[in-house]
């Protein structure tokens, strides 16, 4: 039996125990608070705010372009340090992970992304966000829509663009090729299929003899890729590839062919071999991105979101097709030969 004595033990036995763990559990409701706090706490008057920028690469003359845009609009704003940071190949997609993995253990107050690969990205991404620590991404769209910004071209439609120069160039007819990029890259895949869908639109009578090869990260392999290919298409009229290395890896093969300019080509990006490719004629198109203003506009953005202003969810920062004939437009030649010296001291 139990009696009133016992029900009354019991029954304080019960409330001292949850007293006690509310006392713990506020302890670590308000560690758990302050630590999230000091990583995210908006920023005070005068404070300077740390935005690591995070590259796909730091060789190619595309990078360097979107860092000077980042060093601009970090001296626009003031009080704004911009910590650059990539790993050296476009291929290197565990470097660029413990990359973010480092600036999120440092606690900055932004990160501005290119990622490599739009799946393997998305579990650092996460855990910046988890950390409160807002991320921009830039260039190339990632698996996981989490993020608080996307700066980039229409890639898609960057793809279409060049697919009607080649068939202005080719007639709309021939054997064509498309030298792909790198499995997981989410620009350039955009870009690829987006000459796809231009083709059927603006050559439906071409023949596209390979759609399914890779150039690889470096332009040593887009050179011994381009290579193979051109031995395998000898007779081939028309050439697409989706970026800067590929590009200048397929102009080196088509220049060693012996077959620089009789072969109509059309690009991605620019540096200045493609530019002296471009004037020569060896290249018939180059599809211009703004990489400047992409690296502008994402360390802005990133801003804006650590201090609570407005800003957009998704920048188009635009797509422009260089030729021969308007290579000397001045807004052509911002584009192409963007001033690199004044903010980067290079």
């Not at 393997?120 to 807002?134: F, M, Q």
């Not at 000898?234 to 220049?255: F, H, K, W």
Request: charged share 20%.
């Amino acid at each position: 039996m139990i009696t009133n004595r016992s029900r009354f033990l019991k029954n304080a036995l019960v409330l001292g125990a949850m007293a006690l763990g509310s006392v713990f559990t506020a302890c670590n409701n308000n560690s758990g608070s302050t630590q999230e706090n000091s990583t995210n706490a908006k920023p005070t008057a005068g404070e300077t705010l740390k935005i690591a920028v995070i590259p796909k690469g730091s060789t190619h003359t595309y990078w360097k372009s979107v860092h000077a845009g980042a060093m601009k609009a970090a001296s626009e704003l003031g009080n704004v340090e911009v910590i650059w940071q990539g790993p050296q190949k476009e291929d290197d997609r565990q470097m660029q992970i413990q990359v973010v993995q480092n600036f999120i253990s440092r606690g900055v107050n932004g990160i501005v992304l290119a990622p490599l690969d739009e799946r393997s990205l998305v579990p650092p991404v996460k855990a910046a966000i988890k950390r409160k620590i807002p991320v921009v991404i830039f260039d190339s769209d990632l698996g996981s829509k989490e993020y608080a910004s996307f700066v980039a071209t229409d890639n898609f439609a960057g793809g279409k663009l060049c697919a009607q120069r080649l068939a202005e160039l080719t007639g709309g007819k021939g054997k064509i090729i498309m030298l792909r990029y790198s499995e997981g890259s989410a620009s350039t895949h955009a870009r690829e299929e987006g000459f796809l869908a231009g083709m059927k639109e603006y050559a439906p009578d071409a023949q596209l003899v390979s759609t399914n090869q890779y150039a690889g990260a470096t332009m040593e392999k887009a050179f011994q890729a381009s290579q193979n290919l051109l031995n395998r298409f000898a007779d081939v009229n028309g050439i697409y590839c989706p970026n800067e290395s590929s590009t200048q890896g397929m102009l080196r093969a088509l220049q060693t062919a012996g077959k620089a300019g009789k072969v109509k080509f059309v690009g991605f990006d620019s540096n200045e071999t493609l530019i002296t490719a471009l004037n020569a004629g060896t290249i018939q198109g180059l599809a211009l991105q703004d990489p400047f203003n992409m690296g502008y506009q994402g360390v802005k953005t990133a801003v804006a979101v650590i201090k609570g202003d407005a800003f957009e969810k998704r920048i188009d920062t635009g797509i422009t097709m260089a030729t021969k004939e308007n290579i000397n437009d001045p807004k052509i030649n911002a584009l192409l030969t963007p001033d690199l010296k004044k903010w980067l001291n290079e």
